[in-house]
């Protein structure tokens, strides 16, 4: 059964330079929220999750209090970048937790029927058969290639700090690097191979103190603490460097 109970649409609309312009919020109740949230998901969508005990109209009236921080966090929101200009202009991907970042070399290669990766001399090639669907192709090798490689940075985590999951999952989630269940699942998302080494191993590190402590209580904070010293430091780092890579692969 999901956590999520109920959902609703809220749209908001604000002026800047003389031009309307709108941002769409979707309102959860979450059976697992324990106190209200707001993300900026896009420069015109946002998600507001709050407890199963909230009433609607107190969500609401949160949510009408947070337009000037909804409008400013939307125009620093960072532009799209094409993952093919994100590589060219020397970004890497990162496929081992202590590894060195490797740079990543995209041809159009009209002959072949499928894409194609290869990890050869240490930087990784993309072989995509079309310019028009480029971005898309691109993307899902980079997915896959983190399907591959990110259970074995999952269980080199585990092995330094004696927890372990029951699950890995890697997704293309909206909002989130990773997440925890309550089952023990750890869900990862694709773009950490896209975050220098440190950062990515954060994040990794982050979930799997979740199994210990569902929430970011001061206990969660000592405990990650054990596995990541300077762990808030590193959070904010992650804040600062992570929107740019957040951004790539965002198809629509």
Request: aromatic share 10%.
């Amino acid at each position: 059964m999901s956590i999520f109970r109920s959902t609703k649409f809220e749209t908001l609309e604000f002026f800047d330079d003389s031009k309307r312009r709108t941002l769409v919020c979707e309102l959860r109740k979450s059976l697992r929220s324990r106190r209200i949230n707001l993300r900026l998901k896009s420069p015109s969508s946002a998600l507001l999750t709050f407890p199963q005990r909230m009433a609607w109209k107190e969500a609401e009236k949160f949510l009408q209090q947070q337009t000037d921080w909804l409008r400013r966090k939307s125009l620093e929101f960072p532009a799209r970048i094409f993952m093919s200009d994100h590589f060219s202009g020397g970004g890497c991907i990162y496929l081992d937790s202590i590894g060195s970042c490797k740079p990543v070399n995209v041809q159009i290669d009209p002959q072949a029927n499928r894409t194609r990766t290869s990890l050869e001399n240490q930087q990784v090639s993309i072989f995509v058969s079309s310019e028009e669907n480029r971005e898309y192709l691109i993307k899902e090798a980079c997915r896959k290639l983190a399907c591959q490689f990110l259970p074995s940075r999952l269980q080199w985590a585990e092995e330094r700090t004696g927890l372990q999951s029951k699950r890995i999952r890697v997704g293309d989630q909206s909002t989130r690097w990773g997440s925890c269940s309550p089952r023990g699942t750890i869900s990862l998302n694709w773009r950490i191979i896209l975050l220098p080494e440190e950062l990515g191993n954060y994040v990794i590190f982050h979930e799997l103190t979740h199994l210990v402590e569902m929430n970011h209580s001061s206990r969660f904070w000592t405990k990650l603490e054990e596995f990541v010293p300077g762990a808030k430091e590193m959070d904010r780092k992650l804040s600062r460097a992570g929107k740019p890579v957040f951004a790539l692969g965002r198809i629509k």
